[in-house]
C-alpha cells in the first residue's frame, strides 16, 4: 500500500514556475513508477509526465515538454515536477499516481494502469 500526498500548487501568473511534491508512504517507493496528471475544470484527468522506479527515464505529454521536468529522490520517498513557462491553460488539479512495476511501456500511461492516487493540489495560472 501506497499513500501519496501533493503539495507546491498556488496561484502564479503566466510565465512563472511552481515546483510540486508528491511525498510517498510505504518502504517500496523506490519500486514504482510515478506519474503526474491534471484535471482541468470540465475536463477529463490527462496524463502530463511519468518517470521510471530509478528516474533514469522520463516521458512527457506533448503539451508540457520542455516547460516541466519531473525527478524523483528515492532516499526521500518524493517525486517532484518543476513547472516552468506556464501558460493559463495549465490551470488544474494536478495529481501524483504510483504504479506498481509492470511490463508497460513508457508511452503506455492511461489512468487505469496507475495503482495509487493522491488526493491532488490546485495550480491556478493567471493571464
Known amino acids: 500500500q501506497v499513500q501519496l500526498v501533493e503539495s507546491g500548487g498556488g496561484l502564479v501568473q503566466a510565465g512563472g514556475s511552481l515546483r510540486l511534491s508528491c511525498a510517498a508512504s510505504g518502504r517500496t517507493f523506490s519500486n514504482y513508477v510515478m506519474g503526474w496528471f491534471r484535471q482541468a475544470p470540465g475536463k477529463e484527468r490527462e496524463f502530463v509526465a511519468r518517470?521510471?522506479?530509478?528516474?533514469?527515464?522520463?516521458y512527457y505529454a506533448d503539451s508540457v515538454k520542455g516547460r516541466f521536468t519531473i525527478s524523483r529522490d528515492n532516499a526521500k520517498n518524493t517525486v517532484y515536477l518543476q513547472m516552468n513557462s506556464l501558460r493559463p491553460e495549465d490551470t488544474a488539479v494536478y495529481y501524483c499516481?504510483?504504479?506498481?512495476?509492470?511490463?508497460?511501456?513508457?508511452?503506455?500511461?492511461?489512468?487505469?494502469?496507475?495503482?495509487?492516487w493522491g488526493q491532488g493540489t490546485q495550480v491556478t495560472v493567471s493571464s
Open positions: 518517470i521510471s522506479w530509478s528516474g533514469g527515464s522520463t
Open positions: 499516481a504510483a504504479r506498481r512495476p509492470s511490463n508497460y511501456g513508457l508511452a503506455y500511461n492511461p489512468e487505469r494502469s496507475y495503482d495509487y
